[in-house]
């Protein structure tokens, strides 16, 4: 794992993440109209810490909805050569 690149979330004020993809860190530039439900949570299938992002446009969680896997729980699936949906397979059973 290349450890150089930034985790796509941070952990804000309230002790949740939030996304910061490309899109979730400009929403201005990218949500069309905001209808008051674009800025969701979900909670990680495995940590059930919140994970914050724009539903219309996020390209890591909003696609996944309802199941949502952080990527600080990925990255040791990352290191064993998992691909995303081996992951959300296995956060599935654990549930």
């Not at 860190?25 to 905001?34: A, C, I, L, Q, R």
């Not at 219309?56 to 995303?84: A, D, H, M, T, W």
Request: net charge positive; with cysteine; glycine share 6%.
């Amino acid at each position: 794992m290349d450890y150089s690149i930034p985790i796509p979330i941070k952990i804000n004020n309230k002790g949740c993440y939030e996304c910061i993809c490309k899109y979730c860190s400009d929403p201005n530039k990218y949500v069309t109209e905001y209808d008051g439900y674009s800025y969701l949570w979900n909670k990680c299938l495995m940590c059930h810490t919140k994970v914050w992002y724009w539903h219309q446009v996020c390209s890591l969680y909003g696609k996944r909805s309802p199941y949502v896997v952080c990527f600080y729980c990925r990255i040791p699936f990352y290191e064993k050569g998992c691909n995303n949906g081996e992951i959300y397979k296995i956060a599935k059973n654990k549930v």
